[in-house]
């Protein structure tokens, strides 16, 4: 069907021609513009490498992406990065044609301000797309004009944290087209020395591509390399789509030959601790389980799966129970039983015959699980080295008995009084997860999302290996008193096997030879103080080696960790504690330029601070929050360039200065057939004149009657071409060579970077290579209208190219020049207010009044206010009006 049309379009196309009597210019290609564009849109992605410099886990990643717009118009480029949630974005830059708009990170109520002006003056439209469970999808979009290049880069950091014994780095890879270039290159350096490095990637299927993905480690330092040529990227020797789709992750571990590692660089310091070895602290386990109605069918079969899976890693040395909750609650024993093997037949049969009823009472449920706990612990019915914790699940809101969640809080706050950890687990999106949150922070412990999804059983069970085997309790990280500031949490209830505690702070004297840390903690069998003596001069020389990567890096790692932990807290405070909180979170992510929930990512143009055009933002989950968490992301659009000069209407002219945000406008009066120069460069070559017709009443009077142009002629001496442009048809001259095209067409013509594009009975874009472009917009009127006639209108997008030489009633102002408006002052008709205008050095009196720009809408246009040059520009255009009348159309 496609195709059949397709050959009808162009039949008739060249049947126009031969209609006409023209021969077809050989040189030409003519290209049906189709509306049904396919995928291929004229958009090479040309380059793209994802570079990540890791320093003591903590990850620096440039994500670049280089395109250019091959297609004959202005199109839209989307950017998209996927990055982890616990990532900050530091950086984004755009660069569009060599010119480049730097990213700078805002306070979010002051960039909102600022985002918000943008948008309502039509500079934005925002894109906003989902996430995934651990990544927030960052999404960006420019329009390109034709031929033009863009660059993206996005730069963004992490605090890899290390679980199951494994630091994870991962990056989402989807290029959507062959990439020329395609390349991820990681550095990693530790001074501990790195155990192990691995790198997979989820759509490498064969050797082929194997041989694409180098890694080796040695020592202090890993490299992982990824760099498939483009035929290593097809997804068939003959296939033109990539399959470059899923996930790429680096996992690497460091060795543990000492449980503690400091390290100090520029008066920062961090520590980090994992000791080994140590026996498990048995441990006492309340699952509190919600079995509401709701909770009925799969995730009632998945969390029965997942608890019947825990069950069997549960070692005999735990005691353990279940507190189930809908309407009320109900337990499985009175008290917390030992899992010994016959209870733990037992537990399982009971997991088994669990069965959903009613509404959600989550306040007893929880309450009931703490007292049991804190009465087997008065009642010695657990061992004494062992730890407690609460697990609790659930997938909605409190609707019985206590559902206040403040209320709830406050009962859960007192009944555990901070002696052991409430994990919380929120199933799915229809519930309260801030709730879930803060009133798991509150007590020591944290909430994990479970997505509702075929594998959610796994994510229950995953979650509790995370918790499952305590080395140590109650530990405390210590510094010399006084030594020390800035320090961040030093102390945590738990450490769990295949963690690490990370701190970090500043030193009071940068000098400071050396220094001791000591880590205390409860064990299995005892209690043990870990010491670690620092020395600065062999720290210094262990450190030379990482140069090569990024030096500040410790007193990043230490903001980053900092902001992280207040903006924690600042969940669970209050009141003017919260505004601290807050404040100090804001000072320090300002400072070292993180994209927090609380700052945004403007990108400006260079120095325009007023034209803001986009924004980055990593949105906090909102007090009603009911969906996953959403996305960083950055909505951008820059504007098409503006129509900085055009002549439309009764012959308007409009100079746009698009750094004031304001426009001057003048009028030509001048009889019909008379033809004005526009535009002339005698370096490029380029002339644009224009005749202008009147109406049909052929009136004289030069007070009340309307011209307008209805002939344009647009040539280039060097490339010997010409375009005259009426408002029937449009005729081309290559050399010698002419080709006629009717309004009727819709047609796009190229050679040699120059292209025309006709919009049938719309207008007509010309562009020559990028840096020139106009558009000739069509305006009709009713055919037995007694005054109107069909004129044109013109209008330069682009004029970068041209030379500094260029003249003409438009192209004069081609470069930059100033002028300021001063004294305004009201007049008979208050819309329309006199001043003063000083423009080249003349000072005149202008009227405020408006023009319109057709070239999206060519019958209502869009207002454009402007000041009113009088008596045919008299003042503003060089010489006089007379100047600029020629002979003839080329
Ligand atoms: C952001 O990236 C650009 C381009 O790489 C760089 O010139 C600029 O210095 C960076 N800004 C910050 C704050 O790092
Ligand atoms: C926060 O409170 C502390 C004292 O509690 C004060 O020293 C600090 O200046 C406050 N910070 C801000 C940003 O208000
Ligand atoms: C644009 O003009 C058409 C008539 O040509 C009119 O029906 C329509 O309401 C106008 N739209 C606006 C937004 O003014």
Excluded at 189 to 217: K, V
Excluded at 298 to 322: G, H, P, V
Excluded at 362 to 379: C, T, V, W, Y
Excluded at 791 to 806: A, I, P
Aim: with cysteine.
């Amino acid at each position: 069907m496609a195709s059949a049309r397709w050959s009808g379009l162009i039949l008739a196309l060249l049947s126009s021609l031969v209609a006409f009597g023209y021969p077809r210019s050989p040189s030409w290609t003519l290209e049906k513009r189709s509306l049904l564009e396919g995928k291929d849109d004229g958009i090479e992605v040309y380059s793209t490498t994802i570079s990540c410099k890791v320093t003591s886990r903590f990850a620096h990643n440039v994500v670049t992406t280089r395109a250019v717009n091959r297609a004959d118009t202005a199109k839209e480029v989307s950017f998209d990065v996927e990055l982890p949630k616990t990532a900050f974005i530091t950086n984004f830059t755009l660069t569009i044609d060599g010119v480049t708009y730097p990213g700078n990170v805002k306070e979010k109520e002051v960039a909102k301000k600022q985002y918000e002006k943008a948008v309502s003056q039509g500079k934005t439209a925002g894109l906003v797309k989902a996430s995934g469970r651990k990544l927030e999808k960052f999404t960006v979009s420019v329009n390109v004009a034709a031929g033009s290049k863009v660059t993206f880069e996005l730069t963004y950091e992490e605090l890899l944290k290390r679980n199951k014994g494994r630091y994870e780095m991962y990056l989402k890879i989807q290029p959507k087209q062959l990439v020329k270039h395609f390349e991820i290159e990681a550095d990693i350096f530790e001074p501990q020395g790195i155990s192990m490095l691995d790198a997979e990637a989820s759509f490498i299927t064969n050797d082929l591509l194997g041989s694409a993905l180098t890694q080796s480690f040695s020592g202090k330092k890993g490299h992982v390399s990824f760099k498939p040529s483009l035929d290593q990227q097809r997804s068939c020797p003959t296939c033109t789509d990539s399959l470059l789709d899923g996930d790429f992750t680096i996992t690497y571990d460091v060795n543990r030959e000492s449980p503690a590692n400091v390290q100090v660089v520029n008066g920062y310091f961090v520590h980090f601790f994992a000791p080994q070895g140590l026996p498990v602290v048995p441990k006492n386990v309340v699952f509190v389980i919600d079995v509401s109605g709701s909770m009925q069918g799969r995730k009632m079969e998945q969390t029965k799966d997942a608890l019947l899976k825990i069950l069997e890693d549960m070692s005999e040395e735990d005691y353990l129970n279940f507190i189930l909750f809908s309407g009320d609650v109900t337990t499985w024993k009175d008290n917390l039983v030992q899992a010994t093997p016959e209870n733990i037949e037992e537990a399982r049969m009971f997991v088994r015959n669990i069965r959903d009823q009613g509404m959600t009472n989550i306040n007893d449920g929880l309450l009931r699980g703490i007292s049991m706990l804190n009465k087997a612990r008065e009642e010695n019915r657990v061992p004494e080295r062992s730890t407690s914790i609460v697990i609790m699940l659930t997938d909605g809101d409190a609707n019985v008995g206590e559902s206040r969640p403040q209320k709830i809080q406050e009962n859960v706050r007192n009944a555990i009084g901070g002696k052991f950890p409430l994990y919380n687990l929120g199933f799915g999106n229809n519930l309260n997860y801030n709730f879930l949150e803060s009133l798991a922070l509150e007590n020591h412990g944290l909430a994990r999302r479970i997505y509702e999804d075929s594998d959610a059983n796994l994510q229950l069970q995953g979650f509790y290996e995370e918790v499952a085997n305590p080395l140590l309790t109650e530990v405390e990280v210590e510094y010399p008193q006084n030594a020390i500031l800035d320090l961040t949490q030093n102390t945590y209830q738990h450490f769990y096997d295949g963690s690490e505690i990370v701190v970090a702070g500043r030193l009071v004297d940068k000098d400071m030879n050396n220094f001791k840390a000591d880590v205390k903690g409860h064990g299995a069998i005892n209690d043990i103080t870990f010491t670690e003596e620092v020395d600065m001069k062999e720290m210094e020389k262990a450190l030379q080696e990482q140069d090569y990567i990024f030096g500040d890096y410790i007193e990043r790692l230490w903001a980053y960790l900092t902001i992280e932990q207040l903006l924690e807290k600042c969940k669970k405070a209050h009141g003017d504690e919260k505004e601290n909180l807050t404040a100090q979170a804001l000072d320090l992510s300002l400072k070292y330029h993180f994209v927090t929930p609380l700052t945004s990512m403007v990108v400006t143009k260079p120095e325009d601070n007023e034209n803001q055009m986009a924004l980055a933002d990593k949105p906090g989950e909102g007090p009603a929050d009911t969906v996953i968490p959403s996305t960083a992301h950055l909505n951008i659009y820059q504007a098409p360039p503006p129509p900085s000069y055009y002549v439309d209407g009764d012959p308007h002219f409009i100079i746009q200065i698009p750094e004031k945000d304001d426009a001057i406008c003048f009028n030509i009066d001048e009889d019909p057939g008379t033809v004005l120069r526009l535009i002339q460069d005698p370096i490029t070559g380029f002339t644009v004149n224009g005749q202008i017709i009147g109406d049909k009443k052929g009136s004289s009077n030069s007070e009340t009657r309307k011209t307008y142009f209805g002939k344009l002629g647009i040539a280039n001496a060097q490339m010997d071409f010409r375009i005259e442009v009426t408002t029937e048809k449009i005729t081309l001259w290559n050399g010698a060579v002419q080709s006629t095209f009717s309004w009727l067409d819709t047609v796009t013509v190229t050679q040699d970077g120059l292209s025309v594009v006709i919009n049938r009975k719309k207008n007509m874009v010309v562009s020559f290579g990028d840096g020139v472009t106009f558009v000739v917009v069509l305006h009709q009127v009713w055919k037995k209208h007694p005054v109107h006639l069909d004129f044109l209108g013109f209008y330069v997008v682009d004029s970068h190219r041209m030379s500094s030489q260029t003249h003409g009633l438009l192209g004069q102002f081609f470069h930059p020049f100033d002028f300021k408006v001063s004294d305004i002052h009201p007049d008979s008709d208050p819309t329309k207010p006199h001043a003063t205008m000083v423009v080249k050095n003349h000072q005149l009196t202008v009227t405020r009044g408006s023009q319109r720009d057709y070239r999206k809408d060519a019958n209502n246009g869009t207002k454009v206010a402007c000041w009113f040059v009088h008596n045919n520009g008299q003042g503003l255009i060089d010489g006089v009006h007379s100047d600029y009348i020629v002979s003839n159309l080329f």
